[in-house]
C-alpha cells in the first residue's frame, strides 16, 4: 500500500453524497488550491464524476492519482497515459479542513433506484469505512426531493450506524417556491422537513462561501454512541423474540415435558415413601414431588429459559424464576388436589401388594393430573415468563 494512503487511513473519514445537481462538487472545489481546481468536475453533471475524491488536510501543496495498478502519481505535473485512474486526492489547507479528517466525495447518484454499493463495499475492505465515520448528504434547491429521501433511507440503512448529516446548501441566489417565498423559506422547510423524517442524525446550512463553518459543527460535535449501540441492540433481541415465539413450543416438549417420564415418577409413588409420610395419600405424593421432582425439573425450565432468553438478561434471572416458579408449583398442587375426592382415599397398615393394588386407579388420575401441569400450566408460566421478558426490552427500546 503506498505511504499516503496507509497515512490517511488513520484520519477519521467523512462520506460526502447527493443527487445529481446538488453542486456539492462546486462547492468542495473552492477548498482547493487554484492549480488543482481544473482537475475535479465543477457540478456532478460533468464527466468523471464516478472517480471518488479524498480531500484532505497538507501543508504540501502536492496532488495524487491512484491508478489501477495501485501506483501513485503526482498531478497534474505527471500524466496517467492510457492507464485507468481510480481514485483523486487533493491537499486543503488546515485553516479549512482541521487536521485528522479526511472527506471523501462519492460517485453521485442519479435516482434512488441508481444506488450501487459496490464503491462503500471497497471502502470497507480498504479500511477507510469505520465506526466513527460520518455522512454529509449535500441537498439543494428544491430540496428534499423523493428521489434524494429514498436514496439517503437506503443508502443509510447500508452503512448503519454510521451518523448522518443532511447540508443544505444554499445557491447564493434566490429562488421560490412562490411569489412569496424564497430560498430562506425553502431552506426552513427543508430543515423540518428532514428533521421529521427520522433519517439523518443532523442538518445544518452550508453557505456558499467555503469557510469553516461547516467544518466545526460537522467535526466537532461529539458523536453519541448510544442511539448506534441500541439500535444494535435493540435489532439483536427483537430476532431472539421471533426464534423464542417460532420453536418455543417444539423446544418445551422436548426439553421439559418430554422429560416427564415413567421413570421420573415412579419413585413418588413408592411403598416405603408412603409409609414414611403422616399425611394422606395425595398430599404425601406432592410432597414426593416436591423433594425429587422440584428440583430437576425447575432445572430443566432455568436451562430451558436462558437458552431463549439467550443472554438478553440484565437482571439476576436465577431469583426471578425461583420465585415466579414457587408461585407456579403451589398452583399446581392445588390443581393435582382438586383431581381427586377429598380425605384419605386408601387405609392405613396396608402391605406393599395391598398398597399397589390399591392406588393403581389414583396413580393414573396422579400422572394424568401431572402431565397437564408439565404441558399446560408450566408451559403457560414459562411462555409468559419469556414473553415478558421480551416486552419490558419492547418497552425500554
Known amino acids: 500500500m503506498h505511504p499516503l494512503k496507509r497515512l490517511l487511513q488513520v484520519h477519521r473519514p467523512v462520506f460526502v453524497a447527493g443527487m445529481l445537481g446538488t453542486e456539492r462538487y462546486d462547492w468542495f472545489r473552492n477548498l482547493l488550491d487554484p492549480a488543482f481546481r481544473g482537475l475535479i468536475p465543477s457540478r456532478e453533471t460533468d464527466e468523471e464524476t464516478e472517480i471518488p475524491l479524498f480531500l484532505f488536510p497538507s501543508q ?20 496517467p497515459g492510457s492507464l485507468c485512474v481510480i481514485a483523486k ?20 447518484f442519479g435516482k434512488s433506484f441508481d444506488l450501487n454499493l459496490s464503491f462503500m463495499a471497497q471502502f470497507r475492505e480498504q479500511a477507510w469505512l469505520k465506526p466513527d465515520s460520518r455522512l454529509l448528504w449535500v441537498d439543494s434547491f428544491p430540496f428534499e426531493e423523493k428521489n434524494a429521501v429514498d436514496t439517503l433511507t437506503e443508502l443509510r440503512l447500508n452503512l ?12 447564493g441566489r434566490r429562488y421560490g417556491y412562490s411569489d412569496l417565498s424564497g430560498e430562506d423559506t425553502a431552506i426552513e422547510q427543508a430543515i423540518q422537513g428532514w428533521s421529521s423524517l427520522g433519517i439523518c442524525d443532523e442538518t445544518l446550512v452550508v453557505e456558499s462561501a467555503a469557510d469553516r463553518k461547516l467544518f466545526t459543527s460537522l467535526l466537532y460535535t461529539r458523536r453519541s454512541y448510544f442511539a448506534p449501540i441500541q439500535s444494535h441492540i435493540k435489532l439483536n433481541v427483537q430476532a431472539k423474540h421471533r426464534l423464542f415465539r417460532k420453536y418455543f413450543h ?12 415413567a421413570d421420573l415418577l ?28 422440584l428440583p430437576k425439573l425447575n432445572e430443566l425450565i432455568a436451562k430451558f ?12 434471572l436465577d431469583s426471578l424464576l425461583k420465585s415466579k416458579l414457587d408461585t407456579v408449583w403451589k398452583m399446581s398442587f392445588k390443581h393435582i388436589s382438586a383431581s381427586f375426592q377429598r380425605g384419605d382415599l386408601i387405609a392405613e397398615g396396608l402391605s406393599e401388594i395391598q398398597y399397589m393394588a390399591a392406588i393403581k386407579t389414583y396413580k393414573a388420575q396422579f400422572i394424568e393430573a401431572f402431565t397437564h401441569v408439565a ?9 409468559e415468563i419469556i414473553e415478558k421478558h421480551y416486552d419490558l426490552w419492547n418497552r425500554l427500546a
Open 375 to 383: 404441558q399446560v400450566i408450566l408451559c403457560q408460566a414459562v411462555e
Open 250 to 261: 417444539e423446544d418445551y416438549q422436548w426439553m421439559v415435558s418430554g422429560e416427564v417420564t
Open 266 to 293: 415412579d419413585p413418588v409413588f413408592s411403598y416405603e415413601n408412603w409409609v414414611n409420610e403422616s399425611s394422606g395419600l395425595i398430599v404425601g405424593w406432592n410432597n414426593q414431588v416436591r423433594k425429587h421432582l
Open 89 to 108: 486526492y487533493f491537499p486543503v489547507s488546515q485553516d479549512l479542513i482541521p487536521h485528522g479528517f479526511i472527506f471523501i466525495i462519492l460517485p453521485s
Open 60 to 79: 504540501q501543496n502536492t496532488a495524487w492519482a491512484e491508478l489501477e495498478t495501485g501506483e501513485f502519481i503526482s498531478i497534474p505535473s505527471s500524466s
Open 160 to 171: 448503519k450506524p454510521l451518523n448522518t448529516t443532511v447540508g443544505l446548501l444554499r445557491g
Open 305 to 316: 429459559v436462558k437458552i431463549k432468553i439467550d443472554e438478553s438478561e440484565v437482571y439476576d
